[in-house]
Structures are given as structure tokens and as C-alpha cells.
């Protein structure tokens, strides 16, 4: 006999599950690394928002933040790490299995 525990729900990763973090998620999965503003336009954050949600994965280990200078202009660039792929992939196939397919 199945147990409310056993429902697929249960496995959600809440990190990822956000609304803005799960879309961060998605717009890096389809890039190796994208720019700072390219995902704030990507995914319709104010750059606070983004800063904050990126803050909260990175120290998760789910994505690398790399800050650079193109001549004297600050660049900061996000990428899933392996962990961070992973912790995606899997969230992906319980959303599947709760939808059945």
C-alpha cells in the first residue's frame, strides 16, 4: 500500500523548485555560461533579484559565478557546475513522474 510519502512531490528539490531559481536553472542548462545581463533579460528579473537567487544556488554548489573585466567594465558570468546539472536533471524526471508521462 502506497504512503503519502511515496508521492513523487516529496523528492522536489526546493532549491530548484522557485520559480526564479527553477528558470535561472533552465537558462543555463541550454548555455555552457551566460552573461549577468543576458540572463536578467532572459528570465525578466531586476538585476537584486537575480543577484540574490543566484547567491542562494551558488552556495548550493549548483552554479559558478565568474566575475572578469572587459577593459575597465566589470563582467560577471553564471554556468551550471556538474552538481548543479545533475540536481536539475533529476528535478526534470519528478516533474515527469508527477505528470505521469
Do not use: C
Request: cysteine-free; overall charge positive; hydrophobic content about 40%.
Amino acid at each position: 500500500m502506497s504512503t503519502a510519502s511515496d508521492h513523487p512531490r516529496h523528492k522536489l528539490n526546493e532549491l530548484v523548485h522557485s520559480p526564479v531559481r527553477f528558470s535561472i536553472m533552465a537558462a543555463l542548462a541550454r548555455a555552457e555560461s551566460l552573461d549577468f545581463m543576458d540572463l536578467r533579460d532572459a528570465i525578466q528579473v531586476s538585476d537584486s533579484v537575480l543577484s540574490k537567487q543566484l547567491s542562494v544556488l551558488e552556495k548550493a554548489g549548483y552554479v559558478k559565478i565568474k566575475k572578469t573585466f572587459a577593459g575597465k567594465m566589470p563582467r560577471t558570468s553564471a554556468s551550471l557546475t556538474a552538481n548543479g546539472r545533475e540536481a536539475w536533471t533529476g528535478h526534470l524526471q519528478i516533474l515527469r513522474d508527477i505528470a505521469g508521462g
